[in-house]
C-alpha cells in the first residue's frame, strides 16, 4: 500500500481519528481531545474542545523556538521599486504592536475587521494582528468597486476598516480612501474607526478620526495572543456564487490550522526551511491559505510580490524572484505562465535567471490547459502539479501530493483526491458514475477540517448553496470525471461563476448591472475562451423596442457601469446586439446551451426551446 492510499483509507474510514492524530502539527491552548463534531449533521465542527490562538502559531510558537532571525515575509515589489525582508522576531513585533492598536479602538474577540489593502506587508500584520485578538478579518480584493465593498460591510458589520491609501497597477496608481468613502456611504453600516495605511505613492488626506497607522503604531503596546475556541472564526472571505449577492465563506482556527501545516507539507512538499511563493493576491483565497496562513504557520519564508508576470519589467519578472530569493514552491494561475509564454515563447529570459531552486510548479484556480502543462514542464524541468480547490474548501481538494507521495502526473488533471477528500463524480440521481463519464463533482460529507463551516450568518443558504441538491454531499459547482486509476478531471463550472484570469465571478452579478442599461430590454452574460485568460464575460443584450443607440456606444456605457460597479477586475469588455435570446417554454434563457455554442461544442438542441429561430439567428454571433 503506497503512502497516499493508506493516508487516503484512513481519512476516509475515521475521519475524526486521522485528524486528530495530525494536531500535534500545531499548538494548542487546549488540545483537543474529539476530532469531529457531527451532533449537529450536515453542519460539522471540528475540535470542539480545543482551543488555540492562530497568530501564536504563526509567529510567537517560532520566536520561542529560536527562529526570530529567520526571514518570514520576503516583499519583492517592482511596482513601487522595493524590497524588504521582515524576520519572525520583527514581524511579532509589528503584528502584537498592532493588535495593541485595534484593541486601542475597541475591536475584541469575535468582532469583524474589513480590510482593503493591496500587495503590503502590513495586510499580512493586519490579518495577523486580528487574529491574535481572536477578531475575524474579512480582506476585499482591490479590484473590486466601492458597491462590492459596501455589500461586504453590510453583511459582515466591521467595527474597524483597514485601508491602505492606494494601490499600484502597472501604469497607475488607485487611490482607496477615495473607494471606501463611497462604500461607507452606500453601506448601512458604520464601522466605529478607520486605519490608514499612508503609501508615498499616493498619500490620502485623512477624514476627522481617521486614524494613522504609522502614527497609531508609533505609541503601540504590544498584545498578548487571545485563546479561542477552535471552532471560532478566524476570518470571511467573500466569493462569487450564482447570484449577485456574494458568499461570506467562514473558515474556523483549529481545522484551519491544521489543514495548513498538514497541506503545506504533504501537498507542496515544503518545510520550515523553505522559501516559497505564492504568486496570487491577499485579497484570494490562494492569498490567505498560502502566502499568509501556511507558509507562517510552518515557520518558512513566504514571498509577496507586487507585480505582474509581464511587463515588470518583463516576461522574466517571475524568473527573476526565483532566481534572487532561492524559491523552492511556486504556486501561481495558469493564465501567468500563458501570459509568460505569450510573450517568450521560447523561454529565453530563463537563461538569463537561473531557477535551479525551484523543486516543483503549482497551478490552480482555473482549468490547466494541456499546452500550458507541456510548456512549463518542458521549460522548467520540473513537476508541474495541477491542484483543484475552492474558496470553499480553502486547500485542495484533488493534487498530487508532493509531499507524501509524488504519484505519475496525467496532464489535464489535477490527479488524486486528497486524503479527508471523499470526491464522487454523480449523475442528476446522484448515483455514481463509471469512470470516464462526465458528471457532477460531489464531495462526501464530512468535509475535512479547514473547509467551510458555513456561510457567515446563514447556515440556511450554506445548506441550500451546497447541501441539499445531493443529500451527504458536498456539492462542488464543478462538473467533470473519474478515469480508472481515480484520477480526477475538471472540465468547468455548472452554474454561472467563470474563471478570469483566475480571477473568481459571478455572471449573475454581471447581468445585473447590464440588464440596468435604460437601453438594453433583457441579456446573458456567458464565460467565452480566451487564449490569456482562459475565459472572459461577454454580454449579449436585446434592445428595448424603439431603443436608438449605436452598439459602440452602448458597450462604452455597459462596460463602464460594470467597471464601476463591480470593478475593473469583472474585465467586461464585449456586449454584443442580438435579436432574441434563447430561452425554454418557460422563459428560463439557456445559458449552457449559449456557451457550448460558443465554444465550439456540439450542444444538443433542448427540446424544450420556445423558438429554434432565435438560437439560430444568434450563432454565429456567439462564434464570433
Ligand atoms: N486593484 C485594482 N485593479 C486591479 C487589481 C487590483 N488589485 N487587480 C487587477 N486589477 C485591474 C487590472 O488593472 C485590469 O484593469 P484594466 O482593465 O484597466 O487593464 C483589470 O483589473 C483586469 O485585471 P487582470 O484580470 O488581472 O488582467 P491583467 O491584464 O491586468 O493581467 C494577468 C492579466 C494574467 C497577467 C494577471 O491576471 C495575472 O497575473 N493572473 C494570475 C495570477 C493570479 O493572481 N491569480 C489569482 C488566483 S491564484
Ligand atoms: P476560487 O474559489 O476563486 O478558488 O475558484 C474556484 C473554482 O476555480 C473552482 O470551482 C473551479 O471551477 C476553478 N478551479 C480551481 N482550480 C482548478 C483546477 N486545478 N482545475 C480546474 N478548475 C479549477
Known amino acids: ?42 453542519l460539522y465542527r471540528w475540535f470542539p474542545d480545543g482551543e488555540l490562538n492562530t497568530c501564536a502559531n504563526a509567529l510567537d510558537r517560532h520566536v520561542a523556538a529560536g527562529r526570530g532571525d529567520r526571514v518570514a515575509i520576503i516583499h519583492d515589489s517592482p511596482l513601487t521599486g522595493s524590497l524588504r525582508h521582515i524576520t519572525y522576531a520583527e514581524l511579532l513585533s509589528e503584528v502584537s504592536r498592532f493588535a495593541g492598536v485595534l484593541a486601542g ?19 499580512v500584520v493586519a490579518m495577523l494582528a486580528c487574529a491574535r485578538l481572536g477578531a475575524v478579518h474579512s480582506v476585499v480584493f482591490g479590484g473590486f468597486a466601492p458597491a462590492e465593498l459596501a455589500v461586504r460591510i453590510d453583511d459582515a458589520h466591521p467595527t474597524v476598516i483597514i485601508a491602505a491609501s492606494c494601490g499600484i497597477e502597472p ?57 479561542v475556541r477552535a471552532t471560532d472564526p478566524l476570518y470571511i472571505l467573500y466569493t462569487s456564487g450564482t447570484t449577485g449577492k456574494p458568499k461570506g465563506i467562514v473558515r474556523d482556527n483549529g481545522g484551519h490550522a491544521v489543514a495548513m501545516a498538514w497541506s503545506f507539507e504533504n501537498v507542496y512538499g515544503m518545510g520550515p526551511d523553505d522559501v516559497w511563493w505564492a504568486a496570487s493576491d491577499v485579497g484570494w483565497v490562494v492569498g490567505h491559505s498560502y502566502i499568509v496562513y501556511a507558509p507562517l504557520i510552518c515557520g518558512a519564508t513566504t514571498v509577496m510580490f507586487e507585480g505582474k508576470p509581464v511587463g515588470t519589467p518583463d516576461a522574466g519578472a517571475f524568473w527573476r524572484v526565483i532566481a534572487e530569493h532561492g524559491i523552492a514552491g511556486l504556486f501561481t494561475a495558469p493564465t501567468a505562465i500563458r501570459a509568460i509564454k505569450k510573450e517568450d515563447p521560447q523561454g529565453s529570459l530563463l537563461a538569463v535567471h537561473h531557477v535551479s531552486s525551484l523543486r516543483s510548479l503549482f497551478l ?50 489535477p490527479s488524486l483526491p486528497v486524503p479527508g477528500y471523499d470526491v464522487r463524480v454523480v449523475g442528476p440521481d446522484g448515483a455514481d ?9 460531489v464531495i462526501r460529507l464530512p468535509l475535512p477540517p479547514g473547509t467551510l463551516p458555513t456561510l457567515w450568518g446563514d447556515d440556511e443558504r450554506f445548506i441550500d448553496s451546497y447541501l441539499s441538491t445531493h443529500p451527504g454531499c458536498y456539492t462542488s459547482g464543478d462538473g467533470g470525471y473519474l478515469d480508472e486509476d481515480g484520477y480526477l478531471y475538471v472540465m468547468g463550472r455548472t452554474d454561472d461563476v467563470i474563471n478570469v484570469a483566475g480571477h473568481r465571478l459571478s455572471t449573475g452579478s454581471m447581468e445585473a448591472v447590464v440588464a440596468a442599461h435604460p437601453a438594453v430590454a433583457e441579456c446573458a452574460v456567458i464565460g467565452v475562451h480566451d487564449e490569456l485568460k482562459g475565459q472572459v464575460p461577454r454580454a449579449f443584450v436585446v434592445l ?3 431603443a436608438d443607440i449605436a452598439p459602440e456606444r452602448l458597450q462604452q456605457e455597459v462596460v463602464a457601469s460594470v467597471r464601476e460597479q463591480i470593478g475593473p477586475v469583472a474585465a467586461l469588455k464585449q456586449v454584443v446586439i442580438v435579436p432574441g ?12 446551451t449559449m456557451r457550448g455554442i460558443a465554444d465550439g461544442r456540439p450542444e444538443p438542441v433542448p427540446s424544450t426551446i420556445e423558438d429554434i429561430r432565435v438560437l439560430e439567428a444568434i450563432t454565429p454571433l456567439l462564434r464570433e
Open 105 to 123: 479602538l475597541g475591536v475584541a474577540k469575535g468582532d469583524r475587521v474589513l480590510l482593503y489593502l493591496p500587495m503590503v506587508p502590513e495586510a
Open 544 to 546: 428595448k423596442a424603439g
Open 433 to 441: 458514475l463509471p469512470p470516464g463519464q462526465d458528471g457532477a463533482i
Open 1 to 42: 500500500m503506497s503512502a497516499y492510499t493508506e493516508a487516503r483509507d484512513s481519512a476516509r474510514e475515521d475521519p475524526s481519528g486521522f485528524w486528530l492524530a495530525e494536531c500535534g502539527r500545531v499548538d494548542w491552548t487546549v488540545p483537543p481531545t474529539i476530532g469531529l463534531d457531527s451532533s449537529a449533521a450536515p
Open 581 to 592: 435570446l434563447p430561452k425554454t417554454r418557460s422563459g428560463k434563457i439557456l445559458r449552457r
Open 171 to 227: 501604469g497607475r496608481v488607485i487611490e482607496y480612501l477615495p473607494l471606501v468613502d463611497e462604500a461607507m456611504a452606500l453601506a448601512q453600516h458604520s464601522p466605529k474607526a478607520r486605519v490608514v495605511l499612508q503609501r508615498a505613492q499616493a498619500p490620502a488626506s485623512l477624514a476627522p478620526g481617521d486614524v494613522d497607522w504609522a502614527v497609531a503604531m508609533a505609541g503601540a503596546e504590544p498584545h498578548a495572543p487571545v485563546p
Open 364 to 413: 490552480a484556480g482555473e482549468r490547466l490547459d494541456p499546452d500550458t502543462y507541456a510548456w512549463a514542464t518542458e521549460r522548467l524541468g520540473v513537476p508541474v502539479v495541477d491542484n483543484w480547490w475552492q474558496t470553499e474548501t480553502g486547500w485542495p481538494i484533488a493534487a498530487n501530493l508532493r509531499g507524501l507521495d509524488s504519484l505519475p502526473i496525467k496532464p489535464g488533471s
